[in-house]
């Protein structure tokens, strides 16, 4: 009898531990929701009809791309710092090829789409081989190559590069277009990485690189086209920012790679891979979102707009230790159990 009634004590903590793990890893909508309470009442007018609501996704749009290439390479167990500067390089560079303002030497628009999302893939590639093959530090790689193509963005043009043709604009010229681009990219790589072998290997490698590889999993190759994957999502990232404005600017996307760790860091996924969903993901992009809009609604500044985006990314940061910390305490009383 006490060993049935022991029985089900441990069941029961068992159940407790499941419902608080589940608790944890969907964390992010509940903040959302509390979020979107908050800036309802203090500022109503950030969705004060669906045309603003639609507003705040489509300028979520380009950091969901750039949300989804950092969170490709965090799930292997890598990081990259790049990519703002792959997005900002790809787009001022197919900008100079095509505008009959700077080398005009292209006219066709969908070449100049093939091209700013070669660039930035190739781009990814290098990152992927030098990393993988030649053994350099992600931090460091991806640090040089953010030094080397945000100022090679400068160096191109100092001003903005405009009079682009309407058919390379159009994909982020268009609200409807860019929203449905970033949700549908959400959800192939949702699937990508939860039905596929590939998306396992990205989990097994940002577990543990040394116990994927041992079970046949090609590391290098998989660092290399995670990389490349997430060149290639960047370069969407500037393609849709170059066409929100018709332009691109020396600066496009340099401010975009802390709130893209935010975001992803916020909606679950580990700062040292192998685990976290795109699901959370794009929560964490909608929070950062909707934090956004509401801040230049309520007329702040650049520099306020800056410094609030550094304490949401130390909030991103202690609630992922409090969520770690939590986790590890659970599995621990688990095993002990």
């Not at 979020?35 to 203090?42: I, K, N, T």
Request: proline share 3%; net charge neutral.
């Amino acid at each position: 009898m006490s060993t049935s009634i022991s029985t089900m004590l441990n069941r029961t903590e068992m159940d407790q531990h499941k419902a608080m793990l589940a608790v944890l890893d969907h964390m992010i909508w509940p903040i959302l929701l509390v979020v979107c309470l908050g800036v309802f009442l203090l500022v109503p007018q950030t969705f004060g009809s669906l045309g603003m609501i639609e507003l705040v996704i489509y300028g979520s749009a380009a950091l969901g791309f750039l949300v989804l290439a950092e969170g490709i390479c965090l799930l292997s167990g890598h990081f990259d710092l790049s990519i703002g500067a792959i997005a900002g390089f790809s787009a001022m560079f197919t900008a100079m090829l095509l505008s009959p303002d700077q080398w005009g030497v292209i006219q066709s628009p969908v070449l100049a789409v093939v091209i700013i999302l070669t660039v930035a893939t190739l781009i990814g590639v290098v990152n992927g081989v030098m990393i993988s093959k030649v053994g350099v530090d992600p931090f460091l790689q991806t640090l040089s190559f953010l030094i080397i193509f945000e100022g090679a963005q400068v160096w191109l043009s100092s001003v903005p590069v405009s009079n682009l043709p309407d058919g390379f604009t159009a994909t982020g010229g268009s609200s409807g277009v860019s929203i449905t681009l970033m949700i549908a990219a959400f959800a192939v790589m949702g699937l990508l990485l939860k039905y596929t072998s590939f998306g396992q290997a990205v989990y097994a490698v940002g577990s543990n690189k040394d116990s994927a590889r041992a079970v046949g999993i090609k590391t290098d190759q998989l660092i290399i086209t995670v990389y490349a994957l997430s060149g290639f999502l960047s370069g969407i990232a500037g393609l849709i920012l170059l066409g929100r404005v018709g332009s691109v600017s020396p600066q496009l996307a340099n401010d975009l790679l802390f709130p893209a760790f935010a975001a992803a860091v916020i909606g679950g996924i580990s700062l040292f891979g192998g685990r976290g969903k795109i699901a959370g993901a794009l929560g964490g992009v909608l929070l950062l979102g909707v934090i956004q809009s509401a801040l230049n609604i309520s007329g702040m500044s650049v520099n306020q707009i800056q410094t609030i985006n550094g304490i949401v990314l130390l909030i991103a940061i202690l609630l992922y230790n409090t969520r770690t910390n939590i986790r590890d305490r659970i599995l621990t009383n688990e095993v002990s159990g």
